[in-house]
Nanobody, 125 residues
Framework: QVQLVESGGGLVQAGGSLRLSCAAS????????MGWFRQAPGKEREFVAG????????YYADSVKGRFTISRDNSKNTVYLQMSSLKPEDTAVYYC??????????????????WGQGTQVTVSS
């Protein structure tokens, strides 16, 4: 099992930027497909972005494409989510997750076996 700890959330005005970090410990980090998800109050958890083992392939939800960038540094066991041009509708708890099985980046939360505790992102209008 891999342990994940997110950081970097906070309050930001619309149009601003934040960078989330997710530090991993436990099993070799470089073997996991990593993803970022978010959950707003009263809504289901939704896929935001995913990245392959090597970082060569990335995938984004349509709602964040062009504004968010996922990256990873396997030497630091860390995955990042750079968020720009933030909107009030981006307000949610953001979670990073590790996909234990398979090499493909998928978008269903059910495919990811390890989760962090989440970090709150609030975008004011």
């Amino acid at each position: 099992q891999v342990q994940l700890v997110e950081s970097g959330g906070g309050l930001v005005q619309a149009g601003g930027s934040l960078r989330l970090s997710c530090a991993a410990s436990g099993r070799p980090f470089s073997r996991y497909v990593m993803g970022w998800f978010r959950q707003a109050p009263g809504k289901e958890r939704e896929f935001v972005a995913g990245i392959s083992w090597s970082g060569s392939s990335t995938y984004y939800a349509d709602s964040v494409k062009g504004r968010f960038t996922i990256s990873r540094d396997n030497s630091k066991n860390t995955v990042y989510l750079q968020m720009s041009s933030l909107k009030p509708e981006d307000t949610a708890v953001y979670y990073c997750a590790a996909k234990v099985l398979g090499r493909e980046v998928t978008t269903s939360p059910r495919d990811f076996g390890s989760w962090g505790q989440g970090t709150q992102v609030t975008v004011s209008s």
